[in-house]
């Protein structure tokens, strides 16, 4: 990457200033969110064996071998060896402040959203009329058919291609009504027919999956905070910057 007083040239392209002027809008809401993080972990600091680990993955990614291609790599960048070790370190000094920020929350967020991140695996057939649905419950109901078998034959859904089965999926993608009575079951209850939209489901529980408070578990919930801090944060902008978001989600949604 170089530049110069009018144009920026990137990969042997030359970019003019006035053709940069849109790009640079077109990045607004990212250049905003960054820099938000960037003031956040200002004060993080690393030991000197995780600068080394970071700088060394950097080095391996971008195919620095020696001190030559280091420099000039820099030169390209415009960057000096601090503000190199500044973006080796960037995903760890992040990673760092949301564990400082939210770390020992974590536990009581997760009972929190526990009831949205349990899994089910469950049974549905939907028909658009109660009295064939009220005839599917009790055919199941009385042994004379198998759920699936009816599913496949009945169901007006994409369940209908698996008998019936759905799943595992988390109660907080399912829509409300349905996660509901999902969640007051026990696997294996049938449930009469109920109302939903234009259809008339009957439902059962196969499997509940109770959500665990696992690694990946503490990885996603941390990144859920942290991006619910950061939205809190740019609604804090002063109006000038909210404009400029504004503007370009209207942009990106119209095309």
Same mark, same amino acid.
Request: some cysteine; glycine content about 4%; overall charge neutral.
């Given at each position: ?8 040239e990137i990969n042997n392209q030359t970019i003019s200033n006035r053709e940069l002027t849109p790009l640079v809008t077109?990045? /607004? ?6 820099? @938000? !993080? ?12 995780? @600068? ?11 195919? &620095?071998? =020696? ?9 390209? #960048? ?15 000094? @992040? ?10 929350? $974590? ?10 991140? =349990?899994? !089910?695996? #469950?049974?549905? @057939? +939907?028909?658009?009329?109660?009295? &064939? ?20 034959? #009945? ?5 209908? =291609? ?6 595992? !999926?988390?109660m907080g993608m399912l829509h409300p009504s349905i996660a509901r009575q999902l969640q007051v079951s026990h696997p ?10 234009? #259809? ?7 499997? /509940?999956?109770?959500?665990? $408070?696992?690694?990946?578990? +503490? ?5 859920? $905070? ?14 000038? =910057?909210?404009?400029?978001? !504004? ?9």
């Amino acid at each position: 990457m170089q530049n110069s007083m009018n144009t920026l040239e990137i990969n042997n392209q030359t970019i003019s200033n006035r053709e940069l002027t849109p790009l640079v809008t077109t990045m /607004l809401p990212q250049i905003l969110r960054e820099t @938000i !993080v960037e003031r956040a972990i200002a004060s993080i600091a690393c030991t000197r064996e995780e @600068i080394a680990t970071a700088c060394q993955k950097l080095f391996q990614q971008h195919q &620095i071998h =020696d001190i030559a291609t280091h420099e000039a790599w820099l030169r390209r #960048y415009g960057l000096n060896h601090q503000q190199f070790q500044s973006l080796a370190t960037r995903k760890l000094r @992040i990673e760092k402040f949301k564990q400082a920020t939210w770390g020992k929350k $974590l536990e009581s967020y997760f009972l929190q959203r526990k009831k949205y991140l =349990d899994r !089910v695996v #469950y049974s549905m @057939i +939907r028909t658009s009329e109660l009295g &064939i649905a009220q005839e599917l419950h009790f055919r199941i109901q009385a042994g004379e058919q198998s759920f699936g078998e009816l599913a496949k034959t #009945y169901s007006l859904g994409p369940e209908a =291609d698996t008998n019936g089965i759905i799943g595992p !999926v988390e109660m907080g993608m399912l829509h409300p009504s349905i996660a509901r009575q999902l969640q007051v079951s026990h696997p294996g209850q049938l449930w009469h027919p109920i109302p939903f939209e234009e #259809y008339f489901l009957i439902i059962k529980l196969e499997k /509940l999956l109770p959500a665990q $408070l696992d690694v990946f578990m +503490r990885e996603r919930l941390l990144k859920e $905070l942290f991006e619910a801090w950061l939205q809190e944060q740019i609604q804090q902008l002063p109006n000038t =910057d909210k404009a400029w978001l !504004v503007t370009n989600r209207m942009k990106a949604e119209a095309a």
